[in-house]
């Protein structure tokens, strides 16, 4: 009963290439989040979506991209991926009131 | 600008000691959020309390509890006891009012048997 999971969970990559993160929620909810997280920095908001087809930018955008065609599918995607973009990835949802926000089980991606 | 700071890289701290996490916030809006979370070395971010900035009363969580201090705009997370298991990273978070999540930078807590 995860609520909230990412695929895939490890992936190593060649500089240049497409890469596409996966993040699945069962809770229906309207929003769901992308961060990387990298030392030094916490965790930073990439792109987030409030409702299908509708996403907005967050602090560190430039050189994603997503997608949200249905309510419990959000996609970030790397059109042409580079070493800056080696981190650790988690997808997340709002909780129920104070209940603190969910998040999944991070993806680590290496662009080598 | 609005902006969430922990200013402790990292802490080392006794076994059995009470250890206080700084955090601080910069914000206008009056109505917001508080958040603090575990991430222990396997990686996953574990929720461990939150704060109302409308709440009275400081929240708590079992060994947690959360030091609300509104007008210095200060949220220092408090763990009694500690054990070898909360060495930890710990992240402090604010919604700043809206349907996002700002992190500090964290801090890395060793607990020293």
């Known amino acids: 009963d995860a609520g909230i999971t990412q695929s895939p969970r490890h992936k190593v990559t060649e500089t240049g290439t497409p890469v596409t993160l996966r993040c699945h929620q069962t809770e229906n909810h309207r929003y769901m989040y992308w961060y990387r997280q990298d030392p030094g920095h916490g965790l930073r908001l990439i792109h987030y979506?409030?409702?299908?087809?509708?996403?907005d930018k967050g602090e560190v955008s430039d050189g994603y991209s997503v997608s949200r065609s249905k309510t419990e599918d959000f996609l970030l995607t790397l059109e042409s991926a580079t070493s800056s973009q080696t981190s650790v990835y988690f997808c997340?949802?709002?909780?129920?009131?104070?209940?603190?926000?969910?998040f999944g089980s991070g993806t680590r991606l290496t662009v080598v | 600008a609005q902006k969430i700071t922990q200013t402790q890289p990292g802490m080392f701290v006794q076994e059995k000691e009470a250890v206080t996490l700084d955090c601080t916030y910069d914000?206008?809006?009056?109505?917001?959020?508080l958040f603090w979370y575990k991430q222990p070395s396997s990686g996953e971010m574990i929720f461990l309390i939150y704060q109302g900035s409308y709440d009275q009363q400081n929240a708590t969580e079992g060994r947690y509890s959360l030091n609300f201090q509104k007008a210095r705009k200060s949220a220092n997370l408090v763990i009694s006891a500690s054990q070898l298991g909360d060495s930890a990273m710990y992240f402090c978070?604010?919604?700043?009012?809206?349907?996002?999540?700002?992190f500090g930078t964290g801090t890395r807590l060793t607990i020293i048997p």
């Open positions: 997340a949802i709002p909780g129920q009131g104070g209940l603190g926000y969910t």
């Open positions: 979506s409030y409702g299908v087809k509708d996403t």
């Open positions: 914000t206008s809006d009056p109505s917001y959020g």
């Open positions: 978070a604010t919604d700043f009012g809206n349907e996002k999540l700002t």
